[in-house]
């Protein structure tokens, strides 16, 4: 199923996911992260961009961001991998790409969904095995929503400030979402939205969308056209009444 253009509007978070080329990793050593997370910061107040989670991982990285401006979010990205490469060539005195194209995304419906995405960024050290708790990995933003070091790159988003009324309230709140374990069509329904760049939310949300952009956001059925059974039924009895000496006509077999 092809990818959907790739929509950049103001005020709608999305889910961000740039993958190392063929895989390989993108990260070296704690220097580059910090100079990732460092230069993430710089690019998204230039560009009006607020970061509300990420995960920096061996070969990829994740960020939830909401634009401010139009394409704020596209020309964030583009900044910041340059600054990035160009770090990594001069540091290990490579050349070439770093990243496997351009970054993926979709929209969030944030009401129903920004918050699951939060886990769902924070949680890949988890499910990847390279820690046994979340608050052990420093390159994530879970670090800042449970209130155990504050992160500079990080502007919390509104769902996130009524989880409570002090840092420790809702950091709690925040850690209860993580009690219980994804749900496994929920967790593929989130990778596919990023792998073909769909909406992430439900038919309402779509309908805005769509209304916003003037563009398709949902994916074309496969498959040929159905034809219409109803024409089909009445040319058929049509037929029918064009021939009084047949007895009987199969109008299923027209259909």
Known sequence: MPRLPRLNLIDIPQHIVQVGHNNLPCFFDEEDYQFYLDSLRNAADQYRVDVHAYVLLPNLIQIIATPRVPDGISSMMQSLGRRYVQFVNHRYRRSGTLWAGRYKSSLIDSDSYLLTCYRYVESRPIYLGLVESMSEYPWSSFRHHANIEQSNVIKDHRLY?????????????????????????????????????????????????????????????????????????????????????????????GA
């Open 161 to 253: 400030l009524v989880l409570g009324k002090t840092p420790q309230a809702r950091a709690e709140a925040y850690q209860e979402l993580f009690r219980y374990r994804f749900d496994r069509r929920l967790l593929e329904y989130i990778a596919e939205t990023i792998k073909l760049g769909q909406v992430l939310g439900g038919d309402v949300f779509k309908d805005k969308i769509e209304q916003i952009s003037n563009q398709r956001v949902r994916p074309l059925k496969r498959g040929r056209p159905k034809k219409n059974t109803k024409i089909k039924v009445e040319n058929a009895a049509v037929e029918a009444e064009s021939e009084p000496d047949t007895k009987s006509v199969n109008l299923e077999a």
